[in-house]
Every structure is written in C-alpha cells, then in structure tokens.
C-alpha cells in the first residue's frame, strides 16, 4: 500500500498526488516535493490516503520534507525574484525582437532552474535570448512555449458556468475540440456563445461527446424521411439527449404541419446523412461569418499543440 497525499503547486489550483513516505503531514501544511522538473514548493490540500500499489499510476514523485521557516522565507524570497526576471527577460525579449508573449518566470525551490514560460503563434529561435538570460541569472535558464489554454490555466479563473475553470482545477490532458462537436449538439455556432476565458472553443464540449455519438448513431438526422403514427414525414430537428424527434407531416388539405415523438415510436426510411456516414447538422441561425471565426479559432487550436512544449509536471 502506498501513502498518497494531494498536493498544489504554485498558483496552480490543480492537485497533484505524492508518495508521503515518512511524512506526517497535514491539509495546509508547505512541502517541498519531487517532480520531473526538479523540487518545487507547494501546499498539501488532501488528507493522506492508502492506495494498493497495483492502482498506482507510475512515476509516483515523493514528499522531500515538510517545509520548515527558513524553506518559506526561502520561497518568498524566489518569488520576490521571480517578478524582477520577468521584467528583465520582457525586455530582453523586445531587445532581441521576439514575436513571443511571456507569461509567467518561475524559479525551482533550489534556483538550480528559471523557467520563462510564453506563447507564440509559431517556433521561436530564442537561442540567442537563452544565452544573454544564463548571463545575467547564472543558472540554468529553459524557455517553454505552451499553448493560450496553458496560460489561462496559470492564471486561473472563472467560466461562464460560475465555477473554477476546468483546466486550473482538475483537467489533466486536453483531447481536442471541434466545431463538429458543437453542431451535433446543437449549440448556436457564435464565438461569443462556445468559447472559453481562452478564448479557444470550450473544453467541456468534449465532455458529452461520447453519449451524442452513441445516440446518434441510432436517431435520425434532419431531412430524413421517417414513419410515424400520423403517417410518413421528413424530420425537422433532433433533442438528442431526450431522444426527442420533430418531424413536418402534411394532413388532409396538404398543409404543413409539426409533431414531437419519442425515438421509439417512428422508423427510419430514408436517411442520406447516415447513409453517406456524415453526422454533421446544418445550422441555418449561424452566419458564415460565425463559421469562419469559428474554423480559424480550430486551426489555431491545432497550430497551439504542434508547436508547445509538455506542461505537466
């Protein structure tokens, strides 16, 4: 069995787990602990917890020690330093005239690294900045380009839901999201409306994907012909989670008009979008305008993960 205990580190609200060896420790308590990095300084925020090792996801990193008075001073310290190499490496940056925007310099716990952190809509060659930086700081200087989304997660922050941002509080990996997720869910395609503090599409977009792809493999798309219990129609929409079908049927006179039913109680007679495996929804209120900004900001998004570095610890 081994002792795992949660841990934040920095600003970073997200909680990472530590083997607490032969620490006693408690919720609040300032450790200094191990990560692939190098130590970092942080803040016990879940008590500790028995785990068999088979269900232990390798590498598990250790508690160095608890931090004792002078290892806070000494934190405080690095972070009074950390403001005045970002100043200095800002304008080193403009000296060296680097389309690149820095976000955030931050110290290892034993200064044996300073790590600029930064975005840039491509590579950079930051070589010659690296070197001028290991000059003035006399320790090993990394430069790590990381995505818009990374940022706004160093930052932290609310959603427009009211609560924490999924990627400062417990969002480990970002899997990608697509305007294709967004019309099969029947979202308004506006900017404004599915796009996050990052200003990239939501995350959480993704979290019900899975169950939209499932149940529309076996309801009808718009513009499929279906039998119901009033007679043949053509569909006019689709509440997928409810599993809900309106469908346009003409009556007696020939005139238009429309029911609801449940999935169950119509059939599939013509259905072109399933037959050409194309599950896309038309969705007539967006403007091509909304489409466009909306593809640029995927594009973007692809662009962001081909050129930034990992940011995990």
């Given at each position: 069995m081994a002792r795992l205990i949660g841990v934040s580190i920095g600003r970073n609200k997200r909680i990472y787990f530590?083997?607490?060896?032969?620490?006693?420790?408690?919720?609040?308590?300032n450790v200094i602990v191990e990560t692939k990095m190098g130590q970092e300084f942080g803040t016990v925020k879940t008590a500790t917890r028995e785990i068999p090792d088979e269900n232990i996801k390798q590498p598990l990193y250790k508690i160095v020690k608890k931090a004792n008075e002078e290892d806070k001073k000494h934190q405080e310290k690095n972070e009074e330093e950390e403001k005045k190499a970002f100043d200095i490496c800002k304008k080193k940056i403009a000296e060296h005239k680097l389309p690149?925007?820095?976000?955030?310099?931050k110290y290892l716990f034993d200064n044996s690294k300073l790590i600029f952190y930064f975005t840039a809509d491509k590579r950079i060659d930051f070589r010659d900045l690296v070197k001028d930086l290991a000059s003035i700081f006399r320790t090993r200087i990394e430069l790590r380009q990381i995505i818009v989304r990374d940022e706004v997660k160093r930052l932290c922050g609310n959603g427009m839901c009211g609560r924490e941002l999924c990627c400062a509080s417990f969002l480990k990996k970002y899997d990608g999201v697509t305007i294709k997720m967004a019309k099969e869910q029947n979202l308004t395609l506006n900017a404004s409306k599915i796009t996050g503090a990052c200003g990239r599409l939501m995350c959480c977009l993704k979290?019900?994907?899975n169950v939209y792809d499932e149940k529309m493999k076996r309801l009808p798309h718009p513009g499929a012909i279906v039998s119901t219990p009033e007679g043949k129609g053509s569909v006019e929409s689709v509440e997928t989670l409810r599993e809900i079908v309106k469908v346009k049927l003409k009556d007696n006179n020939g005139e238009d008009f429309y029911r609801k039913y449940p999935a169950e109680d119509i059939k599939i007679i013509k259905d072109k979008r399933r037959e050409s495996n194309n599950s896309n929804v038309n969705n007539e209120t967006s403007s091509d305008?909304?489409?466009?900004?909306?593809?640029?900001?995927e594009q973007m998004d692809k662009n962001d993960i081909k050129n930034s570095s990992d940011d995990n610890l």
């Amino acid at each position: 069995m081994a002792r795992l205990i949660g841990v934040s580190i920095g600003r970073n609200k997200r909680i990472y787990f530590f083997d607490e060896g032969n620490n006693t420790l408690k919720i609040g308590d300032n450790v200094i602990v191990e990560t692939k990095m190098g130590q970092e300084f942080g803040t016990v925020k879940t008590a500790t917890r028995e785990i068999p090792d088979e269900n232990i996801k390798q590498p598990l990193y250790k508690i160095v020690k608890k931090a004792n008075e002078e290892d806070k001073k000494h934190q405080e310290k690095n972070e009074e330093e950390e403001k005045k190499a970002f100043d200095i490496c800002k304008k080193k940056i403009a000296e060296h005239k680097l389309p690149m925007n820095l976000v955030e310099a931050k110290y290892l716990f034993d200064n044996s690294k300073l790590i600029f952190y930064f975005t840039a809509d491509k590579r950079i060659d930051f070589r010659d900045l690296v070197k001028d930086l290991a000059s003035i700081f006399r320790t090993r200087i990394e430069l790590r380009q990381i995505i818009v989304r990374d940022e706004v997660k160093r930052l932290c922050g609310n959603g427009m839901c009211g609560r924490e941002l999924c990627c400062a509080s417990f969002l480990k990996k970002y899997d990608g999201v697509t305007i294709k997720m967004a019309k099969e869910q029947n979202l308004t395609l506006n900017a404004s409306k599915i796009t996050g503090a990052c200003g990239r599409l939501m995350c959480c977009l993704k979290y019900e994907q899975n169950v939209y792809d499932e149940k529309m493999k076996r309801l009808p798309h718009p513009g499929a012909i279906v039998s119901t219990p009033e007679g043949k129609g053509s569909v006019e929409s689709v509440e997928t989670l409810r599993e809900i079908v309106k469908v346009k049927l003409k009556d007696n006179n020939g005139e238009d008009f429309y029911r609801k039913y449940p999935a169950e109680d119509i059939k599939i007679i013509k259905d072109k979008r399933r037959e050409s495996n194309n599950s896309n929804v038309n969705n007539e209120t967006s403007s091509d305008e909304d489409i466009k900004e909306l593809e640029k900001l995927e594009q973007m998004d692809k662009n962001d993960i081909k050129n930034s570095s990992d940011d995990n610890l």
